[in-house]
């Protein structure tokens, strides 16, 4: 009697896991059918030159470094761009120091100097300064 409830437990607990293992699975595969982009190829390799010519030696992030540092802002920037025209920063301030509203407003201004003589549309820039865990991530 003992060896069939025991062999019962088992067999549930294996059937348990199996089934465990294969909704994983299941969810593993439906996950890769979400389209990674919703950019046409060409759209895609825009982006990829757009993004090139930011992230270069000599670029806008480059240059933007430079002014912050000229003033002597310590500085880190985490950002998503998804197009030309939908650009979000963060610009993350270290938390040994104090953010106050004049220290963004330099930042800000900076950047905003920056995308103005960079010819590129400040519009489509969203710009947030402060401590990472003051942030909108």
């Known amino acids: 009697m003992k060896k069939r409830k025991l062999s019962a437990v088992v067999f549930g607990s294996l059937l348990l896991v199996i089934f465990f293992i294969y909704a994983q699975a299941e969810g593993t595969k439906k996950e890769d059918k979400i389209p990674i982009s919703h950019l046409s190829q060409v759209e895609q390799k825009e982006l990829e030159v757009f993004l090139e010519s930011l992230q270069k030696e000599g ?13 002597g802002y310590s500085y880190q920037t985490a950002g998503m761009i ?15 120091e104090v953010v106050m509203e004049q220290k963004k407003a330099g930042v800000m201004k900076i950047y905003q100097d920056m995308i103005i003589k960079s010819n590129l549309d400040l519009k489509a820039f969203k710009i947030q300064v402060g401590h990472a865990d003051d942030l909108a991530w």
């Open 59 to 71: 670029g806008f992030f480059t240059k933007v470094g430079e002014e912050l540092r000229k003033v």
């Open 82 to 96: 998804n197009s030309k025209d939908d650009i979000n920063l963060i610009i993350i301030i270290p938390e040994n």
